[in-house]
């Protein structure tokens, strides 16, 4: 990921820049054999969400670029 990408994990987690999203943009991050979303909305508030199920962690980290359709695939959607 870019340096300007506004989620980034150090040695004490994951850490969010918030000034660096855009709104109504999916963020994310593979941090603890979990992937880590988020999303800040229209009002500007921040929203995060974790996904622990192993086959989805495992595509998305295989192919990031690819992560919307992905959850929507694991989702049903």
């Known amino acids: 990921m870019a340096d300007d990408y506004p989620v980034v994990i150090n040695e004490d987690g994951i850490k969010i820049k918030t000034e660096k999203m855009e ?3 999916l963020y994310h ?3 603890e054999d979990r992937v ?3 999303y800040k909305d229209e009002l500007g508030l921040l929203h ?3 996904v622990e199920n192993p ?3 495992q ?3 295989k192919h990031p670029k690819d992560l919307e ?3 929507k ?3 049903g959607v």
């Open 48 to 50: 995060c969400y974790e």
């Open 69 to 71: 359709e992905i959850l």
């Open 55 to 57: 086959d989805v962690v």
């Open 23 to 25: 709104q109504e943009k």
């Open 29 to 31: 991050c593979i941090f």
């Open 36 to 38: 880590y979303l988020f």
């Open 73 to 75: 695939k694991y989702a």
């Open 59 to 61: 595509e998305i980290s």
